[in-house]
């Protein structure tokens, strides 16, 4: 059953490949007549909401390590240097995906991510009243 369920997943990902290759081709021969529209929309929405999320949650890991380095001194002194060593990963990955449409996205979304990272590092740490309400990073320093 398994290797039916494999076989079925490789066909299945052999023809999303080959439609893609048809409207690439039909995008670069300007055939607009063979697009598949209402597929090709959606999947370059899928696409946006993917590159979205993705930068979301670098931007909300780099905002908790932030976090727990500035605010959770018990722990902060052991970990220091790996959390330091996760938000320059995370600052790497993020500033291979940004463009200015994803900047100008997290930058509006910035206080809502924050809240989330607040709120994580609450969770982790059973501290609730120790780390800031609003956002205290400027943008330069999340970005690295």
Known sequence: MYWRNDTLINN???EYDRWLESQIEALRSHDFNNLDLNNLIEELEALVRGE??????????????????????????????HWRSEINNF????????????????????EVIYTKARKGAQLKTGLNDRFPEKLCYLWEKIVG
Do not use: C, G, M
Not at 53 to 58: C, G, K, N, Q, R
Not at 70 to 79: H, I, K, L, M, N
Not at 101 to 108: C, P, Q, Y
């Open 52 to 81: 979205k999320s993705a930068v979301e949650s670098l931007v909300y890991q780099i905002l908790l390590h932030f976090l727990l380095i500035d605010y959770w001194p018990e722990e902060s002194d052991w970990y220091r240097n």
């Open 12 to 14: 299945i990902d052999v």
């Open 91 to 110: 600052q790497f990955q993020l500033n291979n995906k940004l463009t200015t449409n994803l900047t100008k996205h997290l930058i509006d979304r910035l």
